[in-house]
């Protein structure tokens, strides 16, 4: 374990990629990771092109891009089939020269792992808090190890082990809402290729897309529900599929045939929870990364995105300034802002989404068929096209 260089606590993907663009930055990093393996995660994540930008920058690029498909064209349906408009992501993909790619949160972690070799991740390490010493900041860990270093970066997630040293004030909320993720391998494509399907019905939201190809020339489909529940509800044994359909039966095909086709390990449930904008992420050595420091609903799907941004940033910032303090605060100056207004995004498209009431579901439905698709796109293109190494 190293005495002097950066720690990482948190090996997720903010954590990963920050120490990959760490490392580039010429910097020594370790990183460590509560979990004792990574095990492979039945669920999709859509990376949009601020991400791909990201991972250009790190040489990562193709190989990203290579595990996963391709989005091109989202298409909005309401749940009995009616197409309420239809978005050109590739359009906009084309006009900023990058993908949108969903892929397996797993088989990213294993493109992340590898490209950062032996011996930076420390599996099995919990981190339960730290001082700073001088020069020095020190992190204990359950298993009673400590380990020093010039910088800590929290990017242990929602509920941030840093964090709670940093800010004991700050705590997650409940969005309202549960999600229940699916991954399944099926002989015929379901939907079209580089499409994903968004479909709406009474408070819930379901989304399929292809996720590449399984094994045997198989679709790869990852599919997602997110309903009001509430907070810390679960499931019966063996329920997951059952309550899943519970919100959509008699809905547009192929919606309740994949859920059938999913087996029950294959789903996965999680509350959502996000953060109100953090006072500040950081003090002298420390600062925060991703959810830790940004926890945001999904319905931007932007906070892996975000996360990965931040990474680039920080080790930018850590490499152009050998004072190290002045750089962290210069990245959360430059962080903040950002990844607030996207919280903020994220929740005022939450607000319009899951409504119940038919005729607040009426209204939503007629503003989202009469919305230009230039207008819808304008936003996407002011979150996923912005320069953010500039
Ligand atoms: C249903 C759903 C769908 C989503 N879809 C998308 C999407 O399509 N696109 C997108 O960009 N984002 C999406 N997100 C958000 C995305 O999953 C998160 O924003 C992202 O995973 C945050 O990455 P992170 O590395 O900050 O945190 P995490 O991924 O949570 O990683 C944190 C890591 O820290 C470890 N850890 C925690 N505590 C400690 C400790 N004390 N010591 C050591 N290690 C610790 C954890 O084990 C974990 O490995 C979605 C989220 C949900 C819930």
Redesign the pocket.
């Known amino acids: 374990m190293p005495s002097r260089g950066v720690i990482v606590?948190?090996?997720?993907?903010?954590?990963?990629?920050a120490a990959i663009a760490l490392r580039q930055a010429g910097l020594p990093v370790a990183v460590?990771?509560?979990?004792e393996a990574y095990r492979p995660l039945g669920?999709?994540?859509?990376?949009?092109p601020n991400?791909m930008r990201a991972f250009e920058a790190l040489g990562l690029a193709r190989e990203v891009a290579s595990a996963g498909a391709p989005w091109r064209e989202t298409v909005m349906h309401r749940w009995d089939g009616k197409v309420l408009s239809r978005l050109a992501v590739e359009e906009l993909c084309r006009e900023l020269g990058q993908p949108t790619v969903?892929l397996l949160?797993a088989e990213l972690q294993q493109v992340l792992l590898r490209a950062l070799g032996p011996d930076v991740v420390h599996l099995g390490?919990?981190?339960?808090g730290f001082h700073v010493e001088g020069e020095e900041v020190r992190v204990t860990?359950?298993q009673g190890q400590e380990v020093s270093g010039d910088c800590l970066i929290g990017?242990?997630?929602?509920?941030?082990?840093?964090r709670q040293r940093l800010l004991p004030e700050a705590r997650p909320r409940y969005g309202g809402r549960t999600?229940w993720?699916g991954v399944v391998n099926v002989a015929s494509e379901m939907i079209p290729e580089g499409s994903q399907f968004e479909i709406y019905g009474p408070g819930a939201r379901f989304g399929i897309c292809h996720l590449g190809r399984g094994p045997e020339g198989m679709w790869r489909m990852y599919w997602?529900l997110?309903a009001p529940a509430p907070e810390g509800g679960r499931d019966a044994a063996g329920g997951h599929q059952e309550a899943v359909l519970s919100h959509v039966r008699g809905w547009m095909p192929p919606v309740e045939a994949l859920v059938h086709a999913t087996p029950e390990s294959a789903i996965?449930r999680?509350d959502?929870h996000y953060l109100e904008p953090l006072p500040r992420w950081g003090e002298g050595p420390v600062t925060l990364?991703?959810?830790?420091?940004h926890?945001?609903v999904?319905d931007?799907?932007?906070?892996?995105?975000?996360?990965?941004e931040?990474a680039l940033v920080l080790a930018k910032l850590l490499r152009e300034d050998s004072n190290r303090i002045r750089a962290l605060r210069a990245y959360e100056a430059r962080r903040r802002p950002r990844t607030a207004h996207i919280a903020e995004l994220s929740l005022r498209a939450g607000a319009i989404r899951y409504v119940r009431n038919p005729v607040a579901r009426w209204a939503r439905d007629l503003l989202m068929q009469a919305l230009p698709p230039s207008v819808a796109l304008k936003q996407l293109r002011s979150v996923v096209g912005h320069d953010f190494l500039a």
Request: proline share 0%.
């Open positions: 606590i948190g090996g997720g993907v903010g954590g990963l990629c460590y990771e509560q979990a669920a999709g994540l859509s990376l949009w991400a969903a949160r390490a919990a981190c339960t860990f359950a990017a242990d997630g929602l509920h941030s082990a840093v999600s993720r997602f997110l996965l999680t959502i990364l991703g959810d830790s420091a926890a945001m999904t931007m799907a932007q906070g892996a995105c975000q996360a990965i931040d």
